[in-house]
């Protein structure tokens, strides 16, 4: 599986960004899809999943601002974000991961991973 993440970029605070992430090589839809993000000089975060069927977990911190969606048809998983904030600032990552349990928020669990991008918000 190859996963290409683009859509980040530099936005004030307040702002939106669309990150999208296009994947090959593997029956998409069967794949659960991960966005996570990582700061300078801290670990690796999850942000949220999406099964292939749809369902979603997001974390609670970010519930109200952050949307996981995804297009089955164009292979692609997006993470909408709303009202951005400065800490919010770091690399976005998408993951795919197969198998029965859709959720998992740790890294270990995800397979397959895009090349991050960046996600800049000025106050």
């Known amino acids: 599986v190859q996963l290409q993440a683009s859509g980040g970029g530099l936005v004030q605070a307040g702002g939106s960004l669309r990150l999208s992430c296009a994947a090959s090589g593997r029956t998409f839809s069967s794949l659960v899809m991960g966005w996570f993000r990582q700061a300078p000089g801290k670990e690796r975060e999850f942000v949220g999943c999406?099964?292939?069927?749809?369902?979603?977990y997001l974390e609670d911190s970010l519930k109200g601002r952050f949307t996981i969606s995804r297009d089955n048809a164009k292979n692609t998983v997006y993470l909408q974000m709303n009202s951005l904030k400065p800490e919010d600032t770091a690399v976005y990552y998408c993951?795919?991961?197969?198998?029965?349990?859709?959720?998992?928020?740790?890294?270990?669990?995800?397979?397959?991973w895009g090349q991050g991008t960046q996600v800049t918000v000025s106050s």
């Open positions: 999406m099964s292939g069927g749809g369902r979603t």
């Open positions: 993951a795919a991961r197969s198998g029965s349990i859709w959720y998992s928020r740790w890294v270990s669990d995800y397979a397959y």
